[in-house]
């Protein structure tokens, strides 16, 4: 039976195992990455063995901090229990999905308003991002903030953020930046990882995707679309659009944008960011999630009725 748990409930839990596969979810981002992460060298501090999982490969860009780049694909080793970091849902884990649905104890720390407290033991607090709630998991096992970890969940805050550009940032987000600086992270040079770096091909494929930009409902959704053919003929790499979406969000009178990426024919990955409309509904038309004003799912259907279905379905939640 699923538990829904404090903070210092989750801790107690926790601190009682012995050794700990700490997963990430698909098409891993900068929070799951670095919340992860941090949460690993916590445990490790505390005595318990730990390592980090992810069913799809890292991207390059997050692999300048080096326990990152440690991250594994596969289970070779014996664990007492399983924990997913920043993961709404089961299927999120990908090829992990199974065996984290079949493993006897089970943990879940989130931050998405979508997830289903799918573990046996979850702490699920709705927060800009998944590093706050590992920030406070840390601190409740008795492991204070070094620059490695300060560094890591830094990374969490500012990708989840956009930078500190976006509506969920709130007092607790600058309170726990506050905290990540004093114990060493360098927000700048995290910044210019995460945003500011980028290879000839993705700057490539950027003008090519963003000068093919669909409106609708006179400008109010804005549709752009990463097609496998773009990818092939510029070079650049799937988990280089990071941040396309946050583009068409500045587009004056633009209230929700969505970013269809074809991952075969036929079949898309589909981001949502909106101003206000809520988009964790829209997506959950298709089964999928997140959060309110930043949202996700996948579509199967010929692209021109993708584009119908997804357009339909936020017409019914524009303010």
């Known amino acids: 039976m699923a538990n829904k748990c404090d903070i210092k409930e989750f801790a107690a839990k926790l601190l009682k195992e012995k050794s700990v596969a700490v997963f990430c979810h698909v098409h891993p981002d900068g929070d799951t990455l670095g919340s992860a992460c941090a949460l690993k060298i916590a445990l490790n501090k505390k005595g318990i063995k ?3 999982f992810c069913a799809d490969p890292v991207p390059e860009k997050y692999l300048f901090l080096p326990e990152i ?16 970091c920043d993961n709404a849902e089961i299927s999120r884990l990908g090829g ?17 308003v979508s997830n289903c407290r799918y573990a046996k033991y979850n702490y699920v607090a709705e927060r800009s991002s998944n590093a706050e709630n590992v920030f406070d998991l840390m601190n ?4 204070a903030a070094d620059k490695e970890t300060a560094d890591l969940l830094a990374l969490g805050l500012i990708t989840d953020t956009g930078n500190f550009r976006h509506k969920n940032v709130t007092e607790e987000t600058f309170a726990c930046a506050e905290k990540l600086i004093a114990a060493g992270a360098d927000f700048n040079r995290i910044y210019y990882y995460a945003f500011v770096r980028q290879s000839r091909g993705r700057a490539a494929l950027h003008a090519r995707v963003m000068s093919k930009i669909r409106y609708f409902e006179d400008g109010k959704i804005a549709v752009i679309t990463v097609s496998l053919a773009d990818l092939n003929e510029t070079g650049a790499k799937p988990d280089e659009t990071e941040g396309f979406i946050d583009f068409v969000m500045g587009i004056e009178g633009v209230k929700v944008g969505v970013c269809l990426m074809e991952t075969e024919k036929d079949k898309y990955k589909v981001s949502l960011r909106s101003e206000s409309a809520d988009v964790n509904a829209v997506a959950s038309v298709f089964g999928g999630g997140g959060h309110k004003l930043a949202s ?4 199967s259907a010929e692209y021109e009725e993708a584009v119908d279905m997804i357009v339909s379905a936020v017409r019914r939640f524009l303010d």
């Open 296 to 299: 996700g799912c996948r579509i």
């Open 96 to 112: 992990f999905a199974e065996a984290f649905s079949e493993f006897p104890t089970t943990f879940n720390i989130d931050h998405h």
């Open 50 to 52: 730990a390592d980090v």
């Open 69 to 84: 780049a440690k991250i594994q694909s596969t289970i070779s080793g014996e664990y007492s229990a399983f924990i997913a």
């Open 140 to 143: 409740a096992i008795g492991v």
